[in-house]
């Protein structure tokens, strides 16, 4: 059985399956894991270039490449000189393999890769996408491969405490004024 585990960097990542090797890792070279099994930098360098401040490649890059050196990463083809283990990630065909290829960010990059190797379990930790800004947008994807997955027969589970499925409604759910809140995704 093969499961992955999805990980950022919002709180409940602490939760993550850290210790059990029956998870395999999936993360960003940006952020500090205690165990990661692949990276996925799916920024074009024209992105890069333009960036600023803490997500320039001066900022993180150097101590990324020091800590996770034998670690592949999944870039995008304009990326593949910025890291020794650098690996194309497969954007044709995982396109071809969805019915609508939605991806507006990592996450999304790394659920529907999973998704194409028809993983058996996909975790997701400290993946919240809670606020204004760039979640706004970002999110849907996320929820509409994590759908995906689960009519594909693949089973995801989403860290205690996520606010990733909770009600955007004062009352909990759309239609009431007042009721329980839904925060667990179906089958918890």
Same mark, same amino acid.
């Given at each position: 059985?093969?499961?992955v585990a999805i990980v950022a960097k919002a709180g409940t990542s602490a939760l993550a399956p850290w210790r059990d090797a029956g998870w395999e890792i999936w993360g960003m070279p940006w952020i500090v894991y205690p165990r990661v099994t692949r990276l996925f930098e799916v920024h074009a360098q024209s992105f890069c270039d333009a960036a600023e401040g803490e997500s320039r490649d001066e900022a993180w890059l150097p101590e990324a490449?020091? #800590?996770y050196a034998g670690i592949p990463v999944y870039c995008d083809p304009s990326r593949l000189h910025a890291f020794p283990d650098a690996v194309e990630y497969p954007l044709r065909e995982i396109r071809q393999?969805?019915?609508?290829?939605?991806?507006e960010n990592t996450i999304a990059y790394q659920l529907a890769m999973a998704i194409?190797?028809?993983v058996d379990e996909i975790g997701l930790w400290g993946v919240h996408m809670m606020g204004r800004g760039e979640f706004t947008w970002q999110r849907p994807s996320v929820t509409y491969l994590i759908g995906l997955a689960q009519g #594909?027969?693949?089973t995801v589970s989403n860290a205690p405490g996520s606010p990733l499925f909770m009600s955007g409604y004062e009352g909990g759910r759309y239609g009431l004024t007042t009721g329980e809140r839904f925060i667990a995704m179906a089958g918890q």
């Open positions: 059985m093969r499961k490449l020091a #800590r393999s969805l019915p609508i290829p939605y991806l194409h190797e028809e #594909r027969g693949i």
